[in-house]
């Protein structure tokens, strides 16, 4: 285990961004500059962080690494238990990649408060690494929970004029969902005397119990994913919150819920998922067609690419599931891991694009104050570097070869054919749907000529502006053309999932 | 059962140690009351002080002299000193220093600040020691009395003020039909068993006759009436709203820990021989509290009604605890109590701190802006409100997790989702505490009140709900070696 003055490594990549906000949160408004520098200092160095945790991580096991075993409440049996195995591990990359985008756009965006605002992004940031390595199920929730709270007035204090309504929303669907998790939770722990995740996973339920369990987890992990039609939170947050809440929203908060039925859901309670795996995909199927319909209706940006969001999402909780249809069908686990890969793949590859996505629109947003796509047209004419990169990202957001787009999308829409003609004839629809309301937008925003007066006086990126963008655009692509290092990273986890879901854990006799 | 009668042969002074809470409070107080009688004018403003270094000295005694090893009996069987009692009456103690402490400026400022304040402070807290130390009938009563008078009267405190009185004749009113309740009760209790003695009705409740379920539903209003519980809640909201907010304060804390008391010696000891006497009581009476609690909270404008229908919530919670009729619901009971007071201390100081100098009016509308104006004191008021919504890592969080822990425990599934989904709802009016404090602008620009030195105490408090959110098996240890297994 890799020790860093005295923490291990996961620890500080909990705790390091956790302190460094409150520090910022210290600094205090009056020395605005010092706090953004401090802050993205931090993120930086969380940033730092995670090559040694990649370096370290021994590909060719399904079991944790990096573990940290502390009791924390010995009267629960709850302990203060990190880890990461090949599903967490690039999700807390993509976190820590994130937040680093988010903070230098905000360089000069945001004026109002700017230290608390760098400070509870720090905080958040810490709190949903803690999220993807907590390997105790209380100590998982404790940070689901308390995500929340930077989240919450993020989109409240920075965010549009219908803020209060959306945070709320958010908060509150979020919170309902999550409770009935809890309850589950702990009705595991009183079957299981503990509450470590590994344990849960192991533990012999009857079929009645998991049905349950099963339906108290897909409303926790439905609403975050965010899965139709539990879905309604998410455009009215998206809309309202501040550029950076957006990127963090859809790039690793949405992503939560698809490790949580990777995580929970899928080994827990199997034979359950295998009997109700037609809802979960029902529900995917519907995500994909039907919001891809309502995103092409869209007159607001940042609300078509929520929609847009909640239909790519749709893949994820698709691909998670698919599994059981393909054993069935083939008879054989051989081409079964196909959808897990896909979801996870998709999973990254989402969390870049729409938070590119939502960056651009931030980049107009803060030279024309709207959102609307009929305030703009002909960007290209004035913003042309803007332009190339928007275009970029909307191509890998319909699924173009070469990008990340393709390759969870497609190899979810694979996994669909061996399960099932039907499911993947519904899902490649996306193909023509994702790339129409998403090229749509383009068409309206970037392309034709200029809109109006506005419009021919925005300037074209800055420094900072193109630093970012660039550095989101070569993720892009390298998922897109080298996904290799990524799929290495999390196949061994994915065979050992898929073992662990295919075996039932009904109690014999 | 130790026999009362062999007590009472050898009692000597030091066999009254256990006892010296009560006895060393019931002194100082008369002491104090002689101070400021004749203190005059000019050394008056003594007498606070001199109330904040008697409570001391009674925790200190409590601690060295006070502590038992076990659970011993006292005065003919009527008193009982252990392990939770000194506990609680140590919590009692501070909770009511602190409170004290967080009003001073509050009362100054409204020139309320006449001794007698601090003294009947002091004698309803003595009502609470007597309280949690019973171990007749009797005693419960007197307790219960002295509490309740004192409190009566501390809610008329602000004689100017038509809302005040109107809300101390609600309580004295309807408080005394509860004590009636209560009387007859006991009586009943009385006439069925021949005794007073909760240790002798603990033996014989296990084989009861109907007379008993009577008697029961007797005490067990009153009990509600003094835990303000649904549908004996209706004193809750005007008097949180119509007595003095130091009052209001004083009221929603320290008293908490003698119902919690009250029904610890009476329904889980002296009838816990056949719990389901009263769990199915309590279960309406939780199952109503939660439901009309949140519901009612959130129509509230007013920062002081709506923690009042937030206490009838909380107690709903901690009866929930009660009717698990199991060691682990006692023990996730005892530590909600202690969070709950922990937790309303500060939110309630806050409110005390940030009201403005003119007037009572504390509305909701008044907390907007305050996260501008006064970014300390917002900051701690959005830890209390999350520590009370149950949200991690806060404190408050923890409470209700051992709440529905031991519901489900017990096998009480629907009422486990039943608290997690109130709880949600409730989560709505704190949440809008945070929204108003720094969502909205501010109307008012008064500045708040420097106040050094409650601002530390209130950071100090707000801390511990922190830290013991981030380390609750300090808590735990706590309630489990208190309630033990029985």
């Not at chain 1, 980049?363 to 913003?383: C, F, P, Q």
């Not at chain 2, 601690?63 to 009527?78: I, K, N, P, Q, Y």
């Not at chain 2, 909380?314 to 005892?334: C, E, K």
Request: glycine share 8%; charged share 10%; net charge neutral.
């Amino acid at each position: 285990m890799l020790k860093l003055g005295g923490l291990s490594l996961l620890s500080t990549l909990v705790w390091l961004p956790i302190g460094g906000g409150l520090l910022t949160l210290l600094i205090g408004d009056s020395r605005a500059r010092v706090a953004r520098w401090f802050a993205l200092i931090v993120s930086l160095a969380t940033l730092l962080l995670c090559v040694p945790l990649y370096q370290g991580f021994d590909h060719a096991t399904a079991s944790f690494q990096f573990i940290e075993r502390l009791a924390w409440i010995r009267q629960l049996h709850a302990e203060y238990y990190l880890g990461v195995d090949g599903i967490s591990l690039p999700l807390i990359v993509l976190t820590a990649f994130m937040t680093v985008p988010v903070l230098i756009a905000a360089w000069s965006a945001v004026d109002k408060r700017p230290a608390q605002y760098f400070a509870a992004f720090l905080v958040l940031e810490g709190l949903m690494i803690g999220v993807f390595c907590a390997m105790d199920a209380l100590l998982f929730y404790f940070f689901w929970e308390a995500m929340l709270i930077p989240m919450f007035l993020i989109i409240g204090i920075w965010g549009g004029p219908r803020r209060v309504y959306a945070t709320l929303k958010f908060f509150l669907y979020t919170f309902l969902g999550s409770v009935l998790m809890l309850v589950a939770l702990i009705y595991l722990y009183l079957k299981s005397g503990e509450y470590s995740i590994a344990g849960f996973q192991a533990l012999p339920l009857t079929l009645i119990e998991q049905r349950w369990i099963f339906l108290a987890f897909l409303v926790a992990f439905a609403v975050k994913v965010p899965m139709w039609p539990v879905h309604t939170w998410l455009p009215d947050a998206h809309v309202e919150a501040p550029t950076g809440g957006s990127v963090i929203l859809a790039a690793i908060m949405l992503k939560m819920g698809g490790y949580g039925l990777l995580r929970f859901s899928l080994p827990m309670t199997p034979d359950a998922s295998r009997e109700l795996d037609w809802l979960v995909i029902g529900l995917s199927l519907i995500a994909v067609v039907y919001i891809g319909f309502v995103a092409l209706a869209q007159t607001d940006m940042k609300k078509l690419i929520a929609y847009s969001s909640i239909a790519h999402m749709g893949f994820v909780t698709m691909g998670a599931f698919l599994a059981f249809g393909i054993v069935a069908r083939t008879g054989s686990s051989g081409g079964a891991v196909t959808g897990l890969d896909g979801a996870m793949v998709q999973m990254v590859s989402h969390g870049l694009i729409s938070g590119a996505l939502f960056l651009c629109i931030g980049v107009m947003y803060d030279r024309l104050h709207s959102r609307e796509i009929s305030a703009y047209g002909g960007v290209i004419n004035v913003m042309p570097k803007f332009a190339g990169f928007m275009v970029l990202f909307a191509l890998a957001n319909s699924g173009l070869p070469g990008t990340s787009g393709f390759v969870g999308e497609f190899l979810v829409i694979l996994a669909s054919f061996k399960a099932n003609f039907w499911f993947a004839f519904l899902a490649a629809t996306t193909l023509i749907l994702g790339a129409a309301y998403t090229l749509w937008l383009v068409k309206r925003v970037i392309f034709g000529p200029v809109g109006n007066d506005k419009v021919a006086s925005m300037a074209d990126l800055n420094g900072r502006e193109m630093l970012v963008l660039s550095v989101l655009a070569a993720a892009v692509l390298l998922v897109g053309v080298w996904p290799a290092p990524l799929v290495q990273t999390m196949e061994v986890s994915m065979r050992h999932l898929l073992e662990q879901i295919l075996v039932s854990k009904i109690p014999v006799g | 059962m130790i026999n009362p009668a062999a007590t009472a042969s050898t009692m000597t002074l030091a066999s009254l140690a256990p006892a010296i809470t009560e006895i060393a409070l019931a002194t100082r107080i008369c002491a104090v009351l002689m101070f400021d009688v004749f203190a005059g004018r000019t050394w008056r403003y003594l007498t606070h002080g001199l109330t904040l270094v008697v409570l001391a000295v009674c925790a200190w005694l409590t601690v060295s002299v006070g502590a038992v090893e076990s659970r011993t009996v006292l005065f003919d069987g009527l008193y009982v000193a252990d392990k939770l009692g000194v506990f609680l009456k140590l919590a009692a103690l501070m909770a009511t220093a602190l409170s004290l402490f967080y009003s001073q400026t509050y009362l100054d400022r409204r020139r309320m600040h006449g001794g007698e304040y601090d003294i009947l402070a002091m004698t309803a807290l003595l009502g609470i020691c007597v309280l949690v130390s019973a171990n007749s009938l009797l005693t419960v009563y007197l307790g219960v009395e002295l509490l309740s008078l004192s409190l009566y009267a501390l809610v008329a405190f602000d004689r100017n003020s038509g809302i005040a009185a109107e809300a101390a004749i609600k309580y004295f009113v309807l408080g005394a039909i509860a004590s009636g309740a209560l009387l007859y009760g006991m009586s009943m209790l009385y006439g069925l068993t021949g005794t007073l003695s909760l240790d002798r009705i603990a033996t014989v409740s296990a084989a009861h006759g109907a007379g008993f379920v009577i008697a029961v539903a007797f005490i067990i209003v009153a009990v509600a009436f003094k835990f303000g519980a649904v549908p004996f809640h209706m004193w809750v909201p005007d008097v949180y709203h119509g007595a003095p907010a130091s009052v209001a304060l004083l009221i929603a804390t320290a008293p908490k820990l003698a119902s919690f008391a009250l029904i610890m010696r009476l329904l889980v000891y002296g009838l816990g021989g056949d719990p389901a006497l009263w769990v199915q009581m309590l279960t309406v009476l939780a199952v109503l509290s939660l439901l009309l609690g949140n519901i009612l909270a959130i129509a509230q404008t007013n920062i002081r009604r709506m923690l009042a229908y937030s206490a009838i919530a909380n107690v709903g919670f901690i009866l929930l605890g009660f009717i698990t009729a199991d060691a682990s619901g006692y023990r996730a009971a005892l530590s909600y109590t202690l969070v709950y007071v922990l937790t309303t201390l500060g939110s309630f100081g806050v409110v005390l701190l940030a009201a403005r100098s003119d007037g009572e009016a504390d509305d909701l509308d008044d907390f907007k802006g305050l996260g501008a104006r006064d970014p300390l004191l917002a900051l701690l008021m959005l830890g209390l409100m999350l520590s009370t919504a149950g949200v991690p890592p806060l404190v408050g969080f923890w409470a209700k997790l051992w709440i529905i822990q031991a519901l489900l425990h017990t096998h009480h599934l629907a009422l486990a989702i039943l608290a997690v989904l109130v709880s949600v709802i409730g989560a709505y009016y704190y949440l809008r505490v945070i929204w108003y404090m720094y969502f909205d602008a501010g109307r008012a620009q008064t500045p708040i009140a420097r106040e050094t030195g409650t601002r530390i105490a209130l950071g100090f408090n707000t801390l511990a709900v922190l830290a013991l959110g981030l380390l609750p098996n300090v808590l735990l240890a706590l309630c489990t070696r208190l309630i033990g297994t029985p």
